[in-house]
């Protein structure tokens, strides 16, 4: 499979080392602005052209698949550029800058049987994983909540606010885990240092009075990636930060018991052992370009496709809008 690359700043060189490593892949041409950046890529890649114009990848008749790898204001263009040229395209997170954009390039991928893939990282994590299938087999038992910290120092964006810039994450990880949309949304930030918020807090209800609250902040003296899930019969805790150990199971609840009298409720805490379960030691990203690939020579249709991308976008847009009017729900 070979692939451009466009976008070599921040997670562009991590995608260009990660298909070089692949088996069935090979990097033909990188695309960037950055001189700067273009003179690392060269150093970095010497057998790899590399290129200021993105017009050049997306037409080359040699490349089969794209990686977008730029600000999310340039996502659609890019992107629409790659699939009219048949491209089959990996687009860095969030997927566009509205719903629109993504409904036209999802609509526009299935015309020419191309792949969209979106780059939800996180989805390939020995973490999530393990999360999903203790999920799946009933370990939490009825879910409660999903609590999630992403909090630090930086990097501020001049394009976007702080909840399109970490909050993908997060939502994406939310999308894949629940399998259900948020009926509602809550979110409230404030503005210090430029033009976009860069604290935020977002809220969403779920079916099933499952509830989810997200904070996140440029502006944390310290790194923090910790998502909490309560359920019915356990609660687990995946600290991302965590050498060892990410994900603990605890066997703790609150039992509630209902006696004859209306007004008499019977609450007993339950506190028993933590265990944390062996996860599978992978690097996320090359998992996930070796599945795009994949999916592109099966016609699988991926499990972070144009679809989990736009349902993103669009919990995005309704805690933008919710922003805007100072914390206002927003239903989906």
């Not at 070089?20 to 950055?34: G, Y």
């Not at 790899?48 to 040699?62: G, K």
């Not at 994900?247 to 509630?256: I, P």
């Amino acid at each position: 499979m070979n692939f451009g690359v466009i976008g070599y700043g921040y997670w562009g060189p991590n995608v260009v080392r990660n298909l070089t490593s692949l088996e069935d892949s090979q990097v033909l041409t990188i695309a960037e602005i950055s001189a700067a950046a273009r003179k690392r890529a060269q150093k970095a890649y010497p057998g790899i052209n590399v290129t200021s114009d993105a017009a050049e990848v997306i037409s080359s008749h040699d490349i089969d698949a794209i990686a977008v790898i730029t600000p999310v204001w340039t996502h659609y263009e890019l992107a629409k550029a790659a699939l009219e040229n048949g491209k089959h395209v990996f687009v860095e997170k969030p997927f566009t800058s509205n719903t629109a954009e993504g409904e036209e390039l999802i609509n526009l991928a299935e015309r020419k049987n191309l792949t969209i893939m979106v780059d939800h990282t996180f989805l390939f994590t020995g973490a999530v994983k393990k999360i999903s299938e203790l999920l799946n087999e009933g370990t939490l038992g009825k879910l409660y909540y999903y609590d999630s910290t992403r909090v630090n120092l930086g990097l501020f964006q001049h394009d976007i606010n702080v909840l399109w810039d970490l909050a993908p994450h997060d939502l994406s990880i939310m999308d894949y885990l629940l399998k259900a949309s948020p009926e509602a949304i809550v979110a409230t930030g404030q503005k210090h240092l430029n033009s976009h918020e860069d604290v935020a807090y977002m809220t969403l209800y779920f079916p099933e009075k499952v509830i989810a609250h997200i904070n996140v902040n440029w502006l944390s003296p310290v790194k923090i990636r910790t998502t909490l899930l309560g359920g019915e019969k356990r609660m687990l805790l995946w600290n991302d930060l965590e050498a060892d150990e990410k994900v603990k199971v605890y066997d703790k609840g609150v039992d509630v018991t209902n006696r004859e009298g209306v007004y008499e409720l019977l609450v007993n805490y339950r506190s028993g052992d933590m265990w944390a379960p062996q996860l599978e030691q992978v690097e996320a990203l090359r998992q996930e370009l070796s599945y795009f690939v994949d999916c592109i020579s099966s016609g699988q249709q991926p499990i972070n496709d144009g679809h989990a991308g736009l349902r993103v976008v669009k919990m995005l847009e309704a805690a933008s809008e919710s922003l805007s009017k100072k914390g206002s729900l927003v239903y989906l």
